[in-house]
């Protein structure tokens, strides 16, 4: 089914215009495309999990279980579920 894509996205390339080796790798790269689509995803979903978050107070950066910031002493008023 890939081959049967591959030819059709040459053809379409070849029929906007471009040159047959522009056209393969122009197909080469619309066929990769879902799997780097789904690698961005991984990888937004692996950041999304970071508990870290910033003191509202002074910007300070800190962890997920802080209650009062490092820094500058203030308390962290949002429970951690709700930031």
């Known amino acids: 089914m890939k081959q049967l894509w591959y030819r059709v996205l040459v053809g379409f390339y070849r029929l906007m215009g471009s040159t047959p080796t522009q056209a393969e790798w122009r ?10 689509v789904k ?8 950041r999304a999990k970071d508990d870290r978050f910033t003191c509202h107070a002074c910007g300070q950066l800190l962890v997920g279980g802080d209650r009062v910031c490092s820094r500058c002493g203030a308390r962290q008023w949002v429970p951690g579920w709700l930031r």
């Not at 197909?27 to 799997?35: E, G, N, Q, S, V």
């Not at 690698?39 to 692996?46: F, G, R, T």
């Open 39 to 46: 690698a961005d995803v991984e990888q937004h979903l692996e």
């Open 27 to 36: 197909a080469r790269r619309a066929l990769k495309a879902p799997d780097r």
